[in-house]
């Protein structure tokens, strides 16, 4: 059936006009037609069927192409549609009806049940979409109307049609009174979508179109009146755009102004169904592409185009039943591949035009900001370039700072930081026989931290202990006992050198090496720190079992010896230890687990479940030393740390340790060759520093006092090194509470789908947590009651959730999954399944090679094979694969999470070890 508007159905002839209305030029029903039909035959119009005047480039309302340009995002304004529909009530008087809104997702109003359904993403018929295009290639176009009152805006458009032959003469007052009909609104109960908390919407993945158009803070309508008039031959459309948004009174249901309105009136036909024609007209300007473009739209042909190019990207589903909702997934990544091939041209288009205007300067490519890692040539460059980048904001990091979001970071960061603080302690005093413990680490972590946090280029990395740093601490301790050297002082000699050698990596800007680290190598060292958490804590359970077995009989025990320290009864066998410890670790892990499995789940509101889920280690320890302090029949070995500001061996060691040696001489050989494991530790820190570096500042993160690589390096590695002379651990950035603490100071937009907004950069949060952390070193009659069964419960716990987030693990785990049961990710349906398979088993050898050689003699050299992956992977694996396999197996796709989801968290972000 052909269409009502015209026998001509072609959408492709040229329009380099447009309809540009004049205030002056036309009156309702006055001698304006006369001016518009002279205008008309001067320009050569024979067929009278619509009146165009040449585009005049010059007077277009630059306020139009503004809105690209303020924000290369399609516009800094928030679209809102509001579609009413031409009623009559039970009188026989006709009225514009609400019946849908949209905020990108479509609102209806149930009738049935007077209330509003749940938004929605709209799906349209595709001859509603047909017939729109067709509707728009015939109708009225009005661009640019400067008009301030629905009566004026109504006025035009009559004059319009009726010049455009699309209503008679005779209709002119009754289309014109229809137009100005009143306009009812659903009244708005409580509905079920809507939060009952601020931001709950946000948390709960809900979505309110009256939140989120109210929350916006730059917010345009449009307006959509489609209904049947049966006074009308045929149906008659108009386009608006007005030259100023107007507040329409009484048009809308809130005071927002108006920018396009658009009008279908027309009798019953067979092929026209009005309201699905408005709601594809509403789906369109709710859209933010086309919205932009009708914003940019200097002739009709630029609007016909934005529909041509929605319909590009729109699916068809074919008219068959569809027993499984499963089969329309793969309509998403199909959806997404349309949906970047759409964005790309009009971003373009926006840069070219941009590129034209004087005095506007393009946003920088990412290689033409100023990089941190871009070489200068010159000595020290690089730190000179941190310096000046980062040193002119120091004022605002201390002002930024006076904000109710950064205390509440302060209380979260000092637990996130102070557990692993205390675990990893606590294993480091077992490891090395407590020349290294509790208090040294709790003293280095809140000097170092401070002193970072005063003078770091990035204050949001969190400095601390990590699992890399304390499996070096056990294999050194190890040589050291072999060798007869004496631990501790072999530390000094080796900070010394640490800080000779971060002095030279500094001056000849080395920093920019972290370029070549790649996802491959990032993951098997993750993957095997993994493992050895994993490891370990087994090993130490089994140890215990070995001490304490389950036996018919035991020897009567002491009568003091319950429940206490290991000190006076690590020779003796007690009933029940082994046991009370593998529930201790156990119930340690699953409750922690569980509780950040908790804090993505859909129980409770979201508050509380990020309050339960972020404190979830903590909560896990408390509720575990409370179950061991209540069983006091029971004997487990506790936490070993000193009574108030002193070290582990009081009687071995003091605060400063002598380079000469404490109680014989150390070889000077040996002095000299500490450099060996000195570049061990150090690559062990220019590792995790820098890639914690990179993660953190981000691009999508938006942060914008930047960041500074050398100098944080030198700051690290530095302070590490002067620690040693105090005997205190080394420290780095700990990747994990790093990501952590700048998302707890991130501020992100309001609406189904949250923005970043900004980060709160500022230097007093880190400060204030490495105080809180070295403050608690005055909690010793506490920290004493902690079970070693209990922090081997948490270092399990590390282990299993570092394998989040790491592709080696998810590709191992597809060796034993059929292919049809494999996940929609790039990296499966873009390579040859036994290439992926190819891929991973070279990864896994890697792996089985650096943990045969962390078992033998040679484990200090492990950070030194480790590094011998990354000529691997650029030279050897680039000749097995081709470039698109390197691209999808090896890729940085790790996405930033600014909020969690269902099932994900800052885990799934991170490569590195905890």
Known sequence: MASPWSQDDSFEEEDSHITRMDPKEVQPGGSGAYDLE????????????????????????????????????????????????????????????????????????????????????????????????????????????????????????????????????QDRAQ?????????????????????????????????????????????????????????????????????????????LEVELPVRFLFVLLGPSLHRMDYHEMGRAISTLMADREFNAAAYLAESRRALVTGIKEFLDCSIVIPPCEIQNEGRLRSIVQFQKQLLKSRSRPLESQGEKQLSKRPGKVLPSKAGDVDDPLRRTGRPFGGLVKDIKRRYPHYISDITDALNPQVLAAVIFIYFAALSPAVTFGGL???????????????????????????????????????????????????????????????????????????????????????????????????FLISLIFIYETFFKLFKIFAQHPLLKNYDPPNSTAANSTASSTSNVSYPNTALLSLVLMIGTFFIAFFLRKFKNSMFLPGTIRRIIGDFGVPISILIMVLIDFFITDTYTQKLSVPSGLSVSLEDQRGWFISPMGLEKDFPIWMMFASVVPAMLVFILIFLESQITTLIVSKPERKMVKGSGFHLDLLLVVGMGGVAALFGLPWLSAATVRSVTHANALTVMSKGAKPEIEKVLEQRISGM?????????????????????????????????????????????????????????????????????????????????????????????????????????????????????EIKCLDADDAKVQFEEKLGEDVYDEIQMPV
């Open 175 to 251: 289309l014109l009174q229809a137009l100005l009909l009143k306009h009812s609104h659903p009244k708005q109960p409580a509905s079920p979508s809507d939060p009952l908390l601020e931001g709950e919407h946000i948390e709960m993945e809900t979505f309110s179109v009256t939140q989120e158009r109210d929350s916006a803070e730059n917010a345009e309508a449009t307006v959509v009146l489609v209904g049947e008039a049966q006074f009308l031959e045929k149906p008659a459309m108009a386009f608006v755009r007005l030259k100023d948004p107007v507040v329409l009174e009484s048009v």
């Open 38 to 169: 002279k205008s008309r035959q001067m320009e050569g119009d024979p067929e009278g069927h619509f009146h165009k005047i040449q585009l005049d480039t010059e007077s277009l309302n630059p306020g139009v192409n503004r809105k690209l340009f303020t924000n290369p995002g399609r516009g800094s304004h928030q679209s809102y549609v509001e579609l009413n529909e031409l009623k009559m009530d039970t009188t026989k008087e006709q009225f514009w009806q609400e019946t849908a809104r949209w905020v990108r997702f479509e609102e209806d109003f149930n009738e049935d049940v007077e209330h509003w359904d749940k938004p929605h993403v709209s799906y349209l018929t595709f001859s509603s979409l047909l017939e729109l295009r067709r509707t728009m290639d015939k109708g009225a176009v009005l661009l640019d109307l400067q008009e301030q009152s629905l009566v004026g805006i109504a006025s035009k458009v009559v004059d319009s049609m009726v010049k455009d032959g699309q209503v008679s003469e």
């Open 768 to 884: 204030l947590v490495a105080i809180l952390v070295g403050l608690s070193i005055l909690m010793e009659p506490i920290l004493k009651l902690i079970p070693l069964a209990v922090l081997f419960g948490i270092f399990l716990y590390m282990g299993v959730t570092s394998l989040n987030g790491i592709q080696l693990f998810d590709r191992m785990l597809l060796l034993l999954v059929p292919p049809k049961y494999h996940p929609d990710e790039a990296y499966i349906h873009r390579v040859k399944t036994w290439r992926m398979h190819m891929f991973t088993l070279i990864q896994i050898v890697c792996l089985v090679l650096l943990w045969v050689i962390k078992s033998t003699p040679a484990s200090l050299a492990l950070p030194f094979i480790l590094i011998l992956t990354i000529p691997l992977r650029r030279f050897l694996l680039t000749r097995l694969f081709t470039e698109l």
């Open 428 to 526: 480091l005093g077992e490891k090395t026989k407590n020349w290294m413990g509790v208090s040294e680490l709790l003293v280095s972590t809140a000097v170092q931290g401070v002193l970072f946090s005063l003078v770091g280029a990035q204050p949001l990395l969190v400095i601390g202990f990590s699992g890399p740093l304390l499996v070096f601490e056990e294999a050194f301790f190890g040589f050291c006992e072999s060798q007869g050297f004496e631990y501790i002082v072999g530390r000094v000699w080796i900070g010394f050198w640490l800080i000779l050698i971060v002095v030279v990596i500094v001056a000849f800007e080395g920093s920019f090496l972290v370029r070549f680290i790649s996802r491959f190598t990032q993951e098997i060292f993750s």
